[in-house]
T-cell receptor, first 116, second 111 residues
Framework: GAVVSQHPSRVICKSGTSVKIECRSL??????MFWYRQFPKQSLMLMAT?????????EQGVEKDKFLINHASLTLSTLTVTSAHPEDSSFYIC????????????FGPGTRLTVT | KQEVTQIPAALSVPEGENLVLNCSFT??????LQWFRQDPGKGLTSLLL?????REQTSGRLNASLDKSSGRSTLYIAASQPGDSATYLC??????????FGTGTSLTVIP
């Protein structure tokens, strides 16, 4: 149990376009989901925290108008990179916290975004 | 803000050797610490989770310790194998249930 999926696993888009990444908890309800970004040869950096039905909380330095997060249901959160630029190319990973399990999080397999 | 550092950044050892990876964090107010493995271009595989009240956890050839007061954790890998080659990340969970990740140790086990 406790599986988190991400879709797509890889995406290539042109500069200036928008791309949406989905994060789904497959067999549990996730009241909170987290989005991370990982640049090559660097560690994961927390971008934002989203609670179901609420606005996301963004980490300092992360543009909320550029990285739109929607957590409309207990099993789905989406990250939309708007007006993507080559510097947005990165590995995006989500994690989900199960309802009633405060300290357990489950990570998705990640999405590789390449902006050309 | 929590800062997590891992030493060494890279490590290369011959097969069969025991090794220790180090992790330090600046804010001891954590809920737990977790060690992950990441293969190139892949997501995270959870290895061991230590709650803040615990001192160590063991799983197979892996043993992780936690000294919360000094802000340190170690991951001990016994009898290393080529299949252990990967990047190892430690992460601490803060009071907001957010993970802060270390810089990672890239491990290569030479056959």
């Amino acid at each position: 149990g406790a599986v988190v999926s991400q879709h797509p696993s890889r995406v290539i888009c042109k500069s200036g376009t928008s791309v949406k990444i989905e994060c789904r908890s497959l067999d549990f309800q996730a009241t909170t989901m987290f989005w991370y970004r990982q640049f090559p040869k660097q560690s994961l950096m927390l971008m934002a925290t989203s609670n179901e039905g609420s606005k996301a909380t963004y980490e300092q330095g992360v543009e909320k108008d550029k990285f739109l997060i929607n957590h409309a249901s207990l099993t789905l959160s989406t990250l939309t990179v708007t007006s993507a630029h080559p510097e947005d190319s990165s590995f995006y990973i989500c994690s989900a916290r199960a309802f009633g399990r405060t300290y357990e999080q489950y990570f998705g397999p990640g999405t590789r975004l390449t902006v050309t | 803000k929590q800062e997590v550092t891992q030493i060494p950044a890279a490590l290369s050892v011959p097969e069969g050797e025991n090794l220790v990876l180090n992790c330090s964090f600046t804010d001891s107010a954590i809920y737990n610490l977790q060690w992950f493995r990441q293969d190139p271009g892949k997501g995270l595989t959870s290895l061991l989770l230590i709650q803040s009240s615990q001192r160590e956890q063991t799983s197979g050839r892996l043993n992780a310790s936690l000294d919360k007061s000094s802000g340190r954790s170690t991951l001990y890998i016994a009898a290393s194998q080529p299949g252990d080659s990967a990047t190892y990340l430690c992460a601490v969970m803060n009071t907001g249930n957010q993970f802060y990740f270390g810089t990672g140790t890239s491990l290569t086990v030479i056959p």
